[in-house]
């Protein structure tokens, strides 16, 4: 037993040595499979360390500024409805849906899905404790919950009145979202969290904010159009189906949203933050 635990602090001595020697990596080519995962463990570490309020205000404006995502699509849903088919008009929206990301990441908000697989790096580099995680995701949860349903029932009150969309609309969009079986939203909330944490991986790779925009345009693109389950996007949608449609019960929200959550972090955690992870390990580690 003692020998297996001075092999693993040996190999973590070896990996954090690799991980700080590419902090003498910065230079005009693109970064190091090491000086990306460096920075996302240095990232999150500094979330971490992060008091209780400042986090959750950080998790509350981004769950505010994301909002504008939804906004858009419900005003391209209703302005569109009855010039296209329905299943056109929600591949339309895929081109507005990246627009609150581009905010929050850009903003550097605390977004739930974009930290999932951030801040399981330092748990995985056992600099940061398994409970410290849970404790911080469920801070960020609460704070981007909250922050998109006050902004959910604020548009349920200015989007009739400035002529955006209607209720209608705002139920379809609801509907088109939780009308689905416990196991399609948790397998499509996995696909969903798996391409979130790329995008914080491939975020951290590039070195300009342009390069940043392309980016989560791109991924976000496809999640809007593939209409996979974002949990945070997804509580706003459901929750105004929740507020204004008799079809939507607490159950349907709360189901929907519960298993979307679940579903981002096993998609961020399993399928990026472990899998980069272990691929730096064994290179280091190797014969």
């Known amino acids: 037993m003692a020998e297996k635990e001075e092999e693993k602090h040996k190999q973590k001595e070896k990996v954090d040595r690799e991980l700080k020697s590419s902090e003498n990596e910065e230079d005009g080519s693109s970064r190091t499979h090491g000086e990306i995962l460096r920075r996302q463990i240095n990232e999150a570490c500094k979330t971490y360390d992060r008091n209780t309020p400042s986090i959750l205000v950080s998790s509350f404006t981004a769950g505010l500024e994301i909002s ?11 302005f569109f409805s009855g010039h296209f088919a329905e299943e056109t008009i929600f591949k339309l929206t895929a081109l507005v849906y990246p627009a609150g990301f ?19 790096l330092p748990v995985f580099n056992k600099e940061r404790s398994l409970l410290s995680l849970f404790r911080v995701w469920g801070i960020v949860i609460l704070g981007n919950l909250a922050g998109g349903m006050l902004m959910s029932l604020s548009f349920i009150w200015i989007g009739p009145k400035l002529g955006l969309f209607e209720m209608a609309s705002l139920e379809k969009i609801a509907l088109h979202l939780t009308n689905h079986d416990a196991l399609t939203i948790l397998f499509s909330a996995i696909l969903a969290g798996w391409l979130m944490g790329l995008l ?4 951290t790779s590039s070195r300009e904010s342009i390069g940043e925009i392309v980016i989560i345009f791109l991924i976000t ?3 809007g159009f593939t209409n996979l389950h974002h949990s ?14 008799e079809e939507i ?39």
């Open 221 to 223: 693109s496809i999640l």
């Open 200 to 203: 914080s991986w491939l975020v």
């Open 68 to 78: 504008f995502s939804f906004l858009l699509i419900a005003t391209v849903f209703n």
């Open 102 to 120: 581009i905010l929050v990441i850009l903003g550097q908000s605390i977004l739930y899905t974009e930290q999932t697989s951030l801040l399981t």
């Open 249 to 287: 019960n607490f159950w349907k929200y709360f189901k929907t949203v519960g298993l979307a959550i679940i579903g981002n972090a096993i998609g961020a955690v399993v399928f990026v933050a472990l899998l980069k992870y272990r691929a730096f390990v064994f290179n280091v580690n190797r014969p």
């Open 232 to 245: 945070i996007i997804g509580n706003i949608e459901a929750f105004t189906g929740f507020i204004i449609s």
